[in-house]
Every structure is written in structure tokens, then in C-alpha cells.
């Protein structure tokens, strides 16, 4: 009881429930009202994102300039990416983060209350300040996510310099996240809950965590170097100057390597509640989950210039980055059998977070097939940067990331709201879901291998067909996210009332309090066995 | 609950304090370190790159040629190819003399570049030598050479500008032929 | 508007105006037409085939458990949650897997390193957004832009069957030669690639590569800028002619030949309507990517031509030429001085102060631009022959 009203300060007289109005959320410290505004903020983002997607799309439904002119493109591409990855798929996993760890090692709150409200509010100033660049003279960013110099630094739009401050904001508010959750998990856990007694998604996302400490402040010294480059003088990436434009890649890569599992690893572990919830089976090798997603996130910085095969590096390095690539698969391949045995004799049911997570071993591995075709140096030389690889980021990204997601809102949106949601349109979102995204992304397989590069508005004849069928795929994919909407909003406002553990198999200390979470939850720790 | 089992607890509730609190610090020190490691691999790189000759960067700095040391190996004969590229915006003409030349290794081999800047704006240019094969780059070395500074040109001005290379006698074997490219880009913003 | 309308219904009426044949259905990477790009391809396949077994077992052994154990088939959970030897046997077998995979790849990425021996060597420049050719030792050098119409890009005109892959100039290369290509660019970062001849390397301003290819069939093999460079990234395609030897050899004396009427060109006396026709091909092919086919530009980035101080004022003929030999720094606007000839220029420029009712009657002359370059100064030739204004008017 003391650790609850001590995270809240001064505000004691809010320890039994919400303050009201909107002072409430800008001033709140409460890790389930943060967690909620966490979630809501990335899905307007992930609706955004999306809406670019579509512009893209509906661009490249046939060959020739129809919609928007290149140049445009150009930014749907670079914010769509931006916006997916910095708005929509991180915040929602430190929303996720903020309403289960605590809920799920038996803490009253997050460790740093306040700094989690500033690292939440950071972040609508971001987008917001990234967004506008959209309508500056010269427009927004135009240099794809990756942002190579000297294209992002000698020849950007005028408004890059708003970009990188964009950035900065999106990576501090990453880091204090990351900082406070890495604070919470290991100071914060109720007595009896050992390390390896946590669930499995308190786990990844400590590691997670720590991935995002390690690789934030070095995207946050590339962007820092390209604002010195463009208003300062310096020639860290430009060859003139004495830089050199491939250190660039050196750099982001740096970052942007462990950057993809800091989007995949909480959502192994939130597939490694949700599977063995519905198999009516702890999950098969608790250990080893652990150890493969450890090595992964070490090997994660090590693999870093497979993204520059054809960049011109010596052979050895290219062997050397090769050989570590192909190393991922061993442990994302125990993972992987890890489910399927979990599932093996189990005794399931197939309520829509399992689907999700089905779905998510499926499609997740055919990503990481791919992922280890690219990975072979010499055929990347044909692969990269095809659409190949936009296929390839998108079977691991949309099922690994999104789905996941969808997985755990549904599974734990009893707990948040006390109502369960509707099975019948929840289950139409995950089969209209499913077959809009391997419509959108398989052909994109097919138009990468026959040479289709990626980042282009118009295309070769030969591409017309699959990109036809990939936009009809990705208009259902969009517009189906508005019955996910739906379903959030009618499970709020009403529904059958659900139980504390409204999964039979499911297991873990947030079903040990009613649903819906009262306000403050473990205020005494918990007892773990 | 007993007046020491409160005790206890809160002194337990200070320690899990203090101790999120050190979490918290020697976190916040892990990200400015690798703020700062962002910047360490600038000079980390260069030397990286020195080292392996990835990106054919060449040394900076001239290399000392001692005539007495150097003994021609005549039994090679090796092929310099010399081709220059304009970065866009720089107008400058600017070509190699003679598009190859074949040294023995350890042996001199001398040329001339000319550059001209046909604008009525005195300019300042930078070339920026660039090796393949990579694995050449430290054997090819520049004992005199334009892109060791900056180059100014008056307006209409033309300048032929020395180079003088040695081809190191432990050049591997397979090597026979070398290709020195130089990009002259336009600096004059950067002075 | 109306011109968006007209797409969006062809949009929506989802026609293709291509017809359809199996190309458009390929599904597959090329086998290409060299050795490399043999080995690369049988790489490709092995390791699909091999993900594909792993799939269909793993694949398999899932979707039998979620037809035979689920609780409606009143399965009974069994109760097993570690195994050490599954998970050794689950780790150590994908590896061994990877370490197979590993000894061809490894063989055919030492053999893409070795550019050893090569016959010919060409220099490939990417510029935004086209390729330079440049023959080293040849003293044959030439630009190779997209020939796409423009029509076909806006859905005016019904696309041909190479839209967006086909070049004014292709490079041309003989058969059964080793062909070494030095990639560098002279902006920003591009990437040549030619899918059949499985070469692709990013073009990087200020640092060499090195890649080669060695064809063994004649033919066209048709490729794309693989990098994110800018606007145009999408139409800076890449067409290679593999040609037998002495076919190379004969198109290699015939393009000497051709510079040196290029270079006599500029000597000849131009008359303002030779002057304008060649003006519009050359402003079409070069200038209207950014500046547009009506002179509209696409203003802030790209200014508009039509009605502009610099092409309309009699006092800035200087700055106008100054400004397409040297180009803007800081901007898009490159510099032509080595990209154009002294032909070319000076028909753009007389294009523009004459073109879309920019009516200035004032013409510059090949000479006049050598001059320029020769000196930076422009000094009007005296003895050319300038329209009278009258006649402009009708132009």
C-alpha cells in the first residue's frame, strides 16, 4: 500500500481512482491511463501511416502517373515508414508495456511515474511536428525511412531540419520509456517472482528495453550529424568535406538492426501467453524462449551491414556479415518449434487472440524465410532493394508487429475494459485481415523477384498484374482496420461483463484482479509461489 | 499489520526507491555513452577503413619515398588506370593526362591532371582519391598529389597539377592492374 | 482536373493497357545470361526449396495439431514443457543446414570479388537521373537518359511494351568478354542494376566500386536504378546491348566518329530554325523532367522557365547560359557543361527565350557558348543570323 501512494507523490488524494476531465490525462501517472493513451495515440498513427499506405497503393494500382506526382511519393513512402515504425509500432508496444509489466510482476505502478507521463506527452508534439513537414514549401521528407545522405543532407527539402528535431523528441520518449521499464522490471517485482519466473513478455521487453537504450542515442548521433552537415558546415557524410556518405548507412544500420527486434521481440512474448492460453498448455521450453531471445538481440548488432551487401564492402565483411545473418536463424527457428510444440497435444480453441497468434507463426516464419534467402550475400545482389525485400519487412512487420498487437489487445481487453468484445466481428477482423495482408504482400514477392525496385511511383508493364492484385489486397487491409475500431469502441461502452480470468487457460497475475483493473492494482505485492 | 512489520516495509519501499533510482541513472549513462559511441565510430571507421582499404580510402598523408630503398621489381608490370569524375555542380574541366600508365612495382610513375575553372568566380575544389580493387588500396602510394589540399582557381584559370605515384613492391600477386579514380567536388561553401 | 478524372476512371475501370501475356505473370528471378547469374539463381532455388521443406514439416506439424487437439475433439492437455534433447536436436540440425548453404554461396560471392583479368573497363557514373558511359582508354563517353515519351508516363499516349526500360543511348558490350564496371555517381547515391547479368553496385559519389560480367548470349538486357536517388528515381532505367565482337567493335569506331561530327558541329553557322528544332529535343530529352514539356516547371523546387526573368530579359542571356553550363549550387539545377555539348546548349538556351511564348527573338550560338566556357565571359557573335522579330512571332 505505502509503494502506491509514494509513485504518486503528491497527488494522494487521487489514490483511489481517476481525477476527471482532461487534467486527468495530461497530468496522469497512472500506468493503465498512460498505457491507454500509449495505445489510442498509436493507433491514430497507425490509421495515418495507413492512409498513406493507401496513397501509395491506389499510385501503384496501375503503370503511369495517375494520383501524385513523384515527388509526393516519395514522402508517402518516407512518412509511411516513419510513421509505422516511430508512431504506430513502438508506442503501442510501450502502451502494451505500461498496462501489463506492472500488472504482471505484481508492481503498483511503474517505477518512474512521472517520467512516464513526460515520455508519453513527448510524443504527439513529435508527430505532430513530423507531420507538418508535410506541408512545408519544398515539402516533407522525401529520402525513404533509411534517410541516406547526402540525399537526406546536400540535396533535402528545406523542412529535414524539422525532421531530425522530430526524431530527437520520438528517441528521447523511446529512451525514457525503455529506461522506465528496465527500472520497473528489475526493482519493482513483487516478492517470490524471481527473473526466471516472469512471464515471457515482461522478458522480451527487458530485453527489448535494453535494446532501445543501446541504439536510440546513435540514431539520435546520425541525426544529430546530418543537422551539424546542413547548417553547420561539418562533412561527416559528404565526400568533399573529407566524410563519407557510406558511414552514413554504417551508422543508421547500427541503429536500425536491433531497431527491427525492438519491434518483434514483445511480441514473442505476447505470443508466448497467448499460445499456451488457448492450447490449455504451458508453453513448451520457458528457458530457451529466453536464451533464444537474448542471443537474438546480441546478434542483432553484429548483422548490422547485411542491409549493405552491395554497397561495396570486402569480401570478408561481407562473409563475416553473411555468416552472422544466417546465425538468426537457430534461435528464431527454436521459437518458432518452441509454439509449434506448445501447441502439440494441447487442447485448443480458437478464440480470435489465438488466431492471431496463428497466424503470426505462419506468417512471421515465411518472413523469416525470406529474411534468411536475403541473407545469402550473393543473392541479395538480386534481392536488395526489390520488392522483394518490401515484401519481406512487411511479412515480418504486419504479422509480427501488428498482429501481435491485435492478439494482445484482444486478449487482455476484458481486463482493460470488464466487458468482452465481440467474438463474431472480432473473428471477421482477424479472416479480412489475413487475406487483405497476403494479398497486399505475397505478390510482392513475386514483382521483387522479377525486378521490380522499391521506392518507385510508376513501373514496367511486366509488373502491372501482381500490383493490381497487391492494391486491392492493401485497400482491404485499410479499410478492415476500421471494424477493429469498432469492435475497441463497442467493447468499452458495453458487452457481457467478463470474469477475472476470462480465458480458461490462461495464466499470470493480472487475471488474479477483477476485470475491469481496478485504478490501483497490487498496492499490497502479491504473494508469488 | 503491526507497527514494525510497517516499518519494515516502508524501509523496504525506500530501498526499492533508491534502487529504481540507480537503475534509472545508470541507465540514462548507458544512452549517453552510446550517444557518444554514434560519434566514436566516425575516427573508429576511418582508421577501420585505413586499415582494410574498405571504400578504397587512401591514406591522407604523402608517403615518404626513400629512392635508395626502393628496388623496381621488374619482373611485374603493372597497370594504373587514372579516371576522374565531376561531383554535379562543379564545373571544372579536369582530366587525367594520359588515361594509364604501366610501372613496375616500387618504381615512380608520373603524370599530370588539368583542371580549369571556366566561371568567373574564383573556386575551391577537393579531389578525393578513391582505389579498386580495395584490397590495392594500401599498396598504391601517392607520393605527390593534388588532393593532399584544397585547390583555388581563379576565374578562367587552368592549373596542371602533379601526381606521382609507387606502386608498393608486396602488391599481391593476382593484382595487375589498379584503377585510382578521383572525384573533384566543389568546396568553396566549406572554406 | 480533367485529365485526373480520366484516370481515375481508367483507374477504376481497371483496364491494363497492355493486354496481358505471360510476362506479367512472372513470379520468379531470372536465370539471367551469365555464370554468375547461374549460380546465383540455382543459390536462390536451393535455399527456397529448402525453406519450403522446413515449412511444410513445421507447417504441417501445426496444422495437424489444431485439427486433431482441439478441445472440441475433446483433446486432454498433456503436461510436457522441456526437453534437452529436442531443443539440442532443434538447434543444432538448422544449423548444420546453414553451414551447406553457406559453402556455395561462399564460392559464388569469391568468384563475384575477383575482377581480376578483365578485357574492357567501363566507367558508370549515375547522375540524377541518368547514367554515364564512359569507355576507359576509348575516349568514348555518352549520357543515357530514359526514352519513354512523356505522353505514355501521363497516360495520354498507350505505353509500348519496354515503358520505362528503354534509353536514348544503351551501353553496349561485346559477348565473351570480361567486362569490368567502375561504379562511382556524381550526386547523390544510385545503384546500377541489370537483373540478367545479376550485377548490381551502389553508385557512391567520391568512392569507386567494382563489379563485372561476362555475357554469354546476345541480346538487350534491361534494368533500374536500385537506390532511392530523388524525384526520377523510378526513370533512370539501364539498357545493355550485348553485341558479338566485331559488331562491338564496328559500333565502337562508328561512336568516335560520331564525336568527331558532333565536335564539327559546333563550327558550322546555325540558323534559328535548326537551332530551335534541335532545342526542343534536346529540352525535351534533358530538361523537361524537372522544368516540364510547357516550361510550367514545378515551382518552389523546379522554377518555371515560361515567362521567367532569366529567359525572357535581355540582360540575362549571360546569367541564362551561365546558369546551364555551370549550373545552380545547392539545387537540382546540375551543371551541362560536360553532360552537353557546346551544340546542345546553346540550342536549349535559344529554345527557352523563344519557346512558350517566351518571344525574345534573341538566339545563342554554338560558338558563343565554347566562348563561354573558354573565358566565362558571353560576348554576342557578330555575325549570326538572328530572326527578325516579326517572323519570331509565328514561331
Redesign the interface.
Known amino acids: 500500500m505505502?509503494?502506491a501512494t509514494?509513485t504518486h507523490g503528491g497527488h494522494d488524494d487521487h489514490a483511489h481512482g481517476p481525477a476527471k476531465g482532461l487534467m486527468r490525462w495530461v497530468l496522469t501517472t497512472n500506468h493503465k491511463d498512460i498505457g491507454s493513451m500509449y495505445l489510442w495515440f498509436s493507433f491514430i498513427m497507425f490509421l495515418t501511416g495507413g492512409a498513406m499506405a493507401m496513397i501509395i497503393r491506389?499510385e501503384l494500382?496501375?503503370?503511369?502517373?495517375?494520383?501524385v506526382?513523384?515527388?509526393f511519393f516519395?514522402q508517402m513512402t518516407t512518412m509511411h515508414g516513419l510513421i509505422m515504425v516511430f508512431g504506430a509500432v513502438m508506442p503501442a508496444f510501450v502502451g502494451l508495456a505500461n498496462w501489463m509489466i506492472p500488472m504482471q510482476i505484481g508492481a503498483p505502478d511503474m517505477?518512474?511515474p512521472r517520467?512516464n507521463n513526460w515520455s508519453f506527452w513527448i510524443l504527439p508534439f513529435a508527430a505532430v511536428m513530423l507531420i507538418s513537414t508535410l506541408f512545408m514549401?519544398?515539402?516533407g521528407p522525401?529520402?525513404?525511412w533509411t534517410f541516406?545522405a547526402?540525399?537526406s543532407t546536400?540535396?533535402s527539402?528545406p523542412s529535414t531540419t524539422f525532421f531530425i528535431f522530430a526524431i530527437h523528441m520520438l528517441g528521447i520518449s523511446s529512451?525514457m520509456g525503455?529506461?522506465?521499464i528496465?527500472?520497473?522490471i528489475?526493482?519493482?517485482r513483487a516478492p517470490g517472482m524471481t527473473m526466471m519466473k516472469m512471464p515471457l513478455f515482461v522478458w522480451t521487453w527487458l530485453i527489448t528495453a535494453y535494446l532501445l537504450?543501446?541504439?536510440?542515442?546513435?540514431?539520435?548521433?546520425?541525426v544529430?550529424?546530418m543537422l551539424l552537415d546542413i547548417h553547420f558546415?561539418t562533412?561527416?557524410f559528404?565526400?568533399?568535406?573529407?566524410g563519407?556518405?557510406?558511414?552514413f548507412q554504417?551508422?543508421f544500420w547500427?541503429f536500425g538492426h536491433p531497431e527491427v527486434y525492438i519491434m518483434i521481440l514483445p511480441s514473442f512474448g505476447i505470443v508466448s501467453a497467448i499460445i499456451p492460453a488457448f492450447?490449455?498448455?504451458?508453453?513448451?521450453?520457458?528457458?530457451?524462449m529466453v536464451y533464444a531471445t537474448a542471443s537474438i538481440a546480441f546478434l542483432s548488432f553484429i548483422v548490422w551491414a547485411h542491409h549493405m551487401f552491395?554497397?561495396?564492402?570486402?569480401?570478408?565483411?561481407?562473409?563475416f556479415f553473411?555468416?552472422a545473418t544466417?546465425?538468426i536463424?537457430?534461435p528464431t527457428?527454436?521459437k518458432?518449434?518452441n509454439w509449434?510444440?506448445t501447441?502439440?497435444?494441447?487442447?485448443?480453441?480458437?478464440e480470435t487472440p489465438m488466431l492471431f497468434s496463428?497466424a503470426f507463426?505462419?506468417l512471421f516464419?515465411?518472413g523469416g524465410?525470406s529474411g534468411?534467402?536475403l541473407s545469402?550475400?550473393?543473392?541479395d545482389?538480386?534481392y536488395?532493394?526489390?520488392y522483394f525485400v518490401v515484401a519481406h519487412f512487411h511479412y515480418v512487420l504486419v504479422p509480427g508487429a501488428i498482429f501481435a498487437i491485435f492478439a494482445a489487445c484482444y486478449y487482455w481487453l476484458p481486463k482493460w475494459t470488464g466487458h468482452m468484445y465481440d467474438e463474431t466481428l472480432a473473428k471477421t477482423h482477424f479472416w479480412l485481415s489475413f487475406i487483405g495482408m497476403n494479398l497486399t504482400f505475397f505478390p510482392m514477392?513475386?514483382v521483387g523477384?522479377?525486378?521490380m525496385?522499391?521506392?518507385?511511383?510508376?513501373?514496367?508493364?511486366?509488373?502491372?498484374?501482381?500490383n493490381?492484385i497487391s492494391s486491392v489486397g492493401g485497400f482491404l487491409f485499410g479499410t478492415t482496420q476500421f471494424l477493429f475500431l469498432f469492435i475497441i469502441i463497442k467493447c468499452i461502452r458495453g458487452g457481457e461483463k467478463a470474469p477475472a480470468k476470462p480465458w480458461e487457460?490462461a495464466e499470470g497475475l493480472e487475471w488474479s484482479v477483477p476485470s475491469p483493473a481496478p485504478y490501483h492494482t497490487f498496492t499490497t505485492p502479491p504473494d508469488v509461489k | 499489520m503491526s507497527q514494525s512489520d510497517k516499518g519494515e516495509s516502508d524501509q523496504k519501499t525506500l530501498s526499492v526507491a533508491q534502487s529504481a533510482r540507480r537503475t534509472v541513472i545508470r541507465s540514462i549513462l548507458v544512452a549517453i555513452g552510446m550517444f557518444g559511441f554514434g560519434f566514436a565510430m566516425v575516427p573508429l571507421y576511418n582508421v577501420f577503413c585505413q586499415v582494410t582499404g574498405l571504400n578504397g580510402k587512401t591514406d591522407p598523408d604523402p608517403y615518404l619515398y626513400k629512392a635508395a630503398e626502393a628496388k623496381a621489381d621488374t619482373s611485374r608490370d603493372i597497370k594504373v588506370q587514372f579516371v576522374a569524375t565531376r561531383n554535379a555542380g562543379m564545373s571544372w574541366s579536369f582530366t587525367p593526362s594520359t588515361p594509364q600508365v604501366t610501372v613496375h612495382p616500387g618504381e615512380p610513375g608520373v603524370l599530370n591532371f588539368v583542371v580549369k575553372n571556366p566561371t568567373d568566380k574564383p573556386m575551391v575544389g577537393q579531389a578525393i582519391p578513391s582505389v579498386t580493387p580495395f584490397e590495392a588500396t594500401n599498396f598504391l602510394h601517392k607520393v605527390e598529389c593534388f588532393c593532399f589540399t584544397t585547390q583555388t582557381l581563379q576565374p578562367g584559370e587552368e592549373r596542371i597539377m602533379p601526381l606521382r605515384i609507387i606502386v608498393d613492391q608486396e602488391l599481391p600477386k593476382h593484382i595487375k592492374k589498379l584503377t585510382l579514380s578521383y572525384t573533384l567536388f566543389d568546396v568553396t561553401h566549406l572554406q | 482536373m480533367r485529365q485526373q478524372a480520366r484516370s481515375l476512371f481508367l483507374l477504376l475501370a481497371g483496364s491494363t493497357a497492355s493486354g496481358s501475356s505471360l510476362a506479367e505473370w512472372e513470379v520468379n528471378m531470372t536465370e539471367g545470361v551469365t555464370a554468375v547469374s547461374r549460380n546465383i539463381y540455382g543459390l536462390h532455388m536451393t535455399i527456397l526449396m529448402i525453406c519450403v521443406v522446413i515449412g511444410v514439416i513445421v507447417f504441417g506439424v501445426m496444422f495437424y495439431s489444431i485439427f486433431k487437439h482441439r478441445k472440441s475433439k475433446g483433446a486432454v492437455p498433456q503436461q510436457f514443457h522441456e526437453s534437452t534433447l529436442v531443443e539440442i536436436a532443434w538447434t543444432s540440425i538448422p544449423f548444420l543446414i546453414l553451414v551447406l548453404m553457406a559453402i556455395p554461396a561462399t564460392k559464388t560471392l569469391v568468384d563475384i570479388y575477383n575482377t581480376d583479368e578483365a578485357d574492357i573497363d567501363i566507367k558508370i557514373t549515375g547522375y540524377q537521373w541518368k547514367w554515364q558511359y564512359e569507355y576507359v582508354g576509348e575516349d568514348v563517353s555518352f549520357f543515357s537518359n530514359l526514352s519513354t515519351p512523356r505522353e505514355e508516363v501521363t497516360n495520354v499516349r498507350t505505353k509500348n511494351p519496354n515503358y520505362l526500360l528503354e534509353v536514348d543511348e544503351p551501353l553496349v558490350i561485346p559477348v565473351g568478354k570480361k567486362v569490368r564496371f567502375l561504379v562511382t555517381a556524381a550526386d547523390v547515391i544510385h545503384s546500377w542494376w541489370v537483373p540478367a547479368l545479376a550485377v548490381k553496385r551502389d553508385a557512391i559519389p567520391g568512392f569507386i566500386n567494382e563489379a563485372w560480367t561476362n555475357i554469354d548470349v546476345p541480346g538487350t538486357y534491361r534494368g533500374q536504378c536500385a537506390e532511392l536517388c530523388g524525384k526520377d528515381h523510378g526513370y533512370m532505367p539501364i539498357v545493355v546491348e550485348a553485341k558479338s565482337e566485331a559488331d562491338y567493335e564496328a559500333w565502337l569506331v562508328a561512336k568516335k566518329e560520331e564525336a568527331e561530327k558532333e565536335r564539327e558541329l559546333t563550327d558550322k553557322v546555325w540558323s534559328m530554325e535548326e537551332l530551335m528544332a534541335r532545342g526542343e529535343q534536346t529540352y525535351n530529352k534533358v530538361c523537361a523532367v524537372c522544368h516540364q514539356v510547357n516550361g510550367t516547371g514545378m515551382p518552389p523546387l523546379f522554377p518555371a522557365l515560361k515567362g521567367s526573368a532569366m529567359a525572357t530579359e535581355a540582360s540575362q542571356i549571360a546569367a541564362h547560359v551561365d546558369i546551364v553550363v555551370n549550373g545552380k549550387k545547392g539545387t537540382a539545377m546540375q551543371s551541362f557543361a560536360n553532360q552537353l555539348s557546346e551544340v546542345d546548349i546553346a540550342a536549349v538556351v535559344t529554345y527557352e527565350r523563344n519557346a512558350w511564348g517566351n518571344n525574345t527573338g534573341e538566339m545563342v550560338t554554338p560558338k558563343e557558348v565554347m566562348e563561354y566556357k573558354k573565358t566565362g565571359k558571353y560576348v554576342e557573335e557578330t555575325a549570326k543570323q538572328a530572326m527578325p522579330a516579326k517572323q519570331q512571332a509565328s514561331l
Open positions: 505505502t509503494s509514494d491506389a494500382f496501375q503503370p503511369g502517373l495517375h494520383i506526382e513523384p515527388a516519395n517505477a518512474m517520467m514549401e519544398g515539402g522525401n529520402f525513404g541516406y547526402p540525399l546536400d540535396y527539402p529512451i525503455a529506461i522506465n528496465i527500472a520497473t528489475l526493482n519493482l537504450i543501446a541504439v536510440m542515442p546513435v540514431l539520435a548521433g546520425a544529430t550529424m558546415g562533412s561527416f559528404n565526400a568533399g568535406g573529407g563519407d556518405p557510406v558511414l554504417h551508422i547500427f492450447a490449455r498448455k504451458g508453453l513448451f521450453g520457458y528457458t530457451s552491395t554497397v561495396g564492402i570486402p569480401l570478408i565483411g561481407e562473409l553473411m555468416y544466417m546465425l536463424a537457430v527457428g527454436v518458432v518449434f509449434v510444440t501447441m502439440f497435444r494441447g487442447s485448443m480453441t480458437f496463428i507463426v505462419v516464419t515465411i524465410f534468411l534467402m545469402i550475400a550473393p543473392a545482389f538480386q536488395h532493394d526489390t514477392h513475386f523477384l522479377a525486378g525496385p522499391r521506392r518507385i511511383p510508376d513501373y514496367a508493364l511486366q509488373f502491372a498484374n501482381f493490381e487457460g
